[in-house]
């Protein structure tokens, strides 16, 4: 992350911490592992995902019941709120180790209104047991949730009033908006980022955060495609979390790109009612946007012949 210009963590996710061991982590295994990852991250902040296990990732030693779609079904933060003492255990130690730097906590697969304010009431009973027993902790630690169902996104003023941060899970917000399973490979065609629904939940929860307040993030694939960075950009966002090797030729369209520019492609994509045709719209407009710019050798690789290296230390 840091050899790629990162600054920062976006999404550090716990629930390997739980995979491929045959008890459960300690508070003391957890503290030390989260310390880690907020002080290497420093100056940055350091945005630790609450752990997302079900669906696909359910540890050997946990037993859950089989269910016909996991993937929608006990998991992430439902599963926390299911078994509160293992979830208590993960809370502790986070705020233990906040002290060491600029956490931020982030739940993931928020639907309602009433699971921020469980999770939030965890916290709150941890934070008081752990200060009767004299452990240091930050004042404040910002508690935010990833927008990647529907329900959320179009309640997201809502949603806005309870939280610090909303981050904007582009992977899940778009299988569970257009029903399509990404893994597979009958219908992962419509897989599509820039389908005129996920542009207009994406301003949705854009615009809820600003006349809230509240700071928005991206992270997932969209975040770190070239493609989509301009959409991105003209939407609003400014930070960006996603793969550590996509860092550098993200940060270098960056700086060759007009906000303004972006801004206008956005208000022309969306009276488009086709991915299709805002992908042909995107393409086109970007190329124009970076003739002249560092960027422009990129232009072949990036749209005409993906085989072309692009190298992510000249980039740097």
């Not at 801004?263 to 407009?285: F, G, Q």
Request: proline share 5%; charged share 20%.
């Amino acid at each position: 992350v840091v050899e790629h210009g990162a600054e920062g963590v976006g999404l550090y996710r716990t629930e390997f911490l739980y995979m491929n061991r045959s008890s459960l982590p300690t508070e003391d295994e957890q503290y030390s592992a989260y310390r880690a990852v907020i002080e290497n991250a420093l100056p940055g902040n350091a945005t630790i995902r609450t752990l997302d296990l079900g669906g696909d990732k359910l540890a050997d030693f946990i037993t859950v019941e089989s269910e016909e779609n996991p993937v929608m079904g006990l998991r992430a933060v439902r599963f926390c709120l299911t078994h509160p003492e293992i979830f208590r255990v993960q809370a502790r130690a986070l705020l233990r180790a906040s002290i060491h730097g600029q956490l931020r906590v982030m739940v993931p697969l928020i639907s309602r209104l009433d699971e921020i304010r469980a999770m939030k009431a965890i916290f709150r009973q941890c934070r008081n047991e752990l200060a009767a027993e004299g452990v240091a902790m930050a004042n404040n630690v910002p508690f935010g949730i990833m927008i990647e169902v529907p329900s959320a996104a179009l309640t997201a003023q809502h949603l806005a009033r309870e939280v610090d941060f909303f981050s904007i899970g582009t992977n899940d917000l778009i299988q569970y908006t257009l029903a399509v399973d990404r893994g597979n490979p009958h219908v992962a065609r419509l897989y599509a980022p820039l389908h005129p629904a996920m542009l207009s939940l994406i301003s949705i929860v854009c615009g809820a955060a600003r006349s809230t307040g509240v700071d928005v993030a991206m992270c997932g694939e969209m975040a770190g495609d070239p493609l989509c960075l301009p959409i991105v950009l003209g939407l609003g966002l400014k930070n960006l979390s996603m793969n550590a090797t996509s860092i550098p030729l993200v940060k270098a369209m960056v700086r060759s790109l007009s906000i303004e520019a972006c801004e206008k492609l956005v208000n022309e994509i969306l009276e488009m009612n086709t991915a299709e045709s805002i992908e042909d719209c995107v393409r086109w407009r970007l190329r124009e946007m970076l003739v002249g710019t560092p960027c422009e050798p990129m232009l072949q690789a990036l749209f005409e012949d993906p085989s072309v290296a692009i190298d992510a230390e000249d980039l740097l």
